[in-house]
């Protein structure tokens, strides 16, 4: 079926063959001008490339990704939409804006709002760091709509949560020269996605240095309440600029959950005003430190942005360096095995370095430390309490805890020391509830020997924790937990951790989750299916969602775009939509996905050749094809 595109008299296909390429800031010797000899057709829902000689009914390549879809180039495919074969001219100085709304709401409604101009200013050819002033490299004598955004969003209410509605309804339509938007949405959060699929309606129309804005209507509601990304920031330090650009990447892609994993045995960058010492002997460098400042503005930033900041402190495991602070002040040793040697004998990785299960002086530290992050996370309605990797070696080679376990009739088996890691658990949610003012709020842990069936029931209780998934899709801890009611958030190895696939960092070959996890690989995961296969049922109500892990080994502030983008935005179309087709149907919108992602300052990896993002559909691999493909 033939998609018959229609645009308005300025965007005629004459004027897109006749006009010659034109620099926004006027002529130039160095500037490359000469008319076009293609134009592109939309048929069957795809772009095809012609040649402009004598042809009619052509549009530029921006034109025809706009229109030629159905869902046009939105990322992540709405629940339901509609989009037009109407465009209408506009400038960024043309937008008017009037949100309905009530409390704080307004307040983030005018702040969403200035990045969605700041995000319109991006779509210019001619922008370069973020500098241009608001008239930017606009050309101003052009005829342009008024485009005129009305926000409505009934609750007051400024909070995520698990059960936030996320969902809103979107329509834009022109009547003479002013296109209106309307957005209805219950939340904020709904409403500023909504503001999110409007940017993406949107693209750079060349031949009048102006941009277009395309007819639609959208109903969308997320298919999960957790879509995350997991950031490590104790392996290599990340600089708040990394992290709010990443911040930014996500609210492009409608993830709502940045797990910020902030210490490890590594380093404990984490400034805390009543614990210098944690960061004065575990940070890298006093300018690789994250200040309380810093953080409750990351928090406000990530808000903005429709995502909550999630603080994970790995405990007991994964506890070194900014606990050796504690003997010199007479409070004994916090921790133990701290970058012992060999660190195969006491950990995963190296550095080594557990918690002192013996040593009451640790919960005090625990307790003041859970207090921080309290104020520092407001409002905080979920933790993460990592709890993975217990080497049971490390703390039975330890003579202060052996003791301590013989002394109290513990044992020294291994039963015995998870049984003490499950009393550990359990004292540092009390730690955390006391934190809260008696609050309790859902604490999130790894698959771990303590989440399996001899251990799990009877250790954690199922309406207080939440079970992270790192195992593999077919492990039977899947089922396990599953069928045991316990709510969910998929993580698996062999489709979710981005960091796989590089080279070993100890010892030589690959690292020990290779192969490299490609973006096809990260979209085709589905908790749904993967709860099926293991279990005959998908359980909707208990899957929150799920998240992509990029362990910092091998990534810091020069690499990390490359290593998360574009395949995060893969993540985040199963996390929002959970289509039903594979990767090979979102392809097309993929690529172009990826465009707009470098156009926000992001440096998304590029994944097929340009000359495939101009010629849709012809890099598409059939299965029934063998491929011979490979580099020259």
Known sequence: MMRTTTVLQAVGCLAVLSSVLRHAHGDSEDSFRMTSPWGWRCVDEQ????????????????????????????????????????VSLFLPHNVTFKPTCTGEVCTLLLETFDIFKANLEQYHPDYADGSAPWMGPWNVTTEAHILRLDVTVGSADATLSLSTDESYDLAVATNGDVTSVIIIAPTYFGARHAIETLSQLVEYHEPTDALMVVTATVSDAPAFPYRGLLLDTARNYLSVATLKRTLDAMAANKLNTLHWHITDSNAFPLVLDSLPNMAYYGAYSARQVYTPAQVRDLVKYARVRGVRLLPELDAPAHVGNGWQWAEKEGMGNLSVCVNQEPWQDYCMQPPCGQLNIANPAMYDVLGQIYRELVQLFSPLNIFHFGGDEVNLNCWNSTEEISTWMTDNNYGLDDSAYYDQWAVFQERARQLLQEALGGLEVPGVLWTSPLTDPEYLETSLNSSQYIIQIWTTRNNSAI????????????SNYDAWYLDCGMGAWVGKGHNWCSPYKGWQVVYD???HDIAMESTGNPHTDLILGGEAAIWTEQADDATLDSKLWPRGAALAERLWTNPKTTYNS?????????????????????????WCHQNEGLCYVNPLVR???SGA
Not at 55 to 78: F, H
Not at 591 to 610: D, M, N, T, Y
């Open 47 to 86: 772009c095809v490339k012609e040649d402009a000689a004598g042809a009619v009914g052509l549009m530029t390549l921006n034109t025809c990704k706009l229109t030629c879809s159905s869902v046009g180039m939105l990322w992540p495919r709405p629940a339901a939409a509609t989009v037009g074969d109407q």
């Open 479 to 490: 089922q396990d937990l599953l069928s045991r009611g316990y709510r969910v958030i998929f």
């Open 525 to 527: 995961n589905s908790p």
């Open 586 to 610: 979102a392809e097309i919108r993929f690529i172009h996905h990826r465009q707009r992602l470098l156009k926000r300052g992001v440096q998304a990896e590029r994944i097929q050749p340009q």
């Open 627 to 629: 491929s011979g493909c």
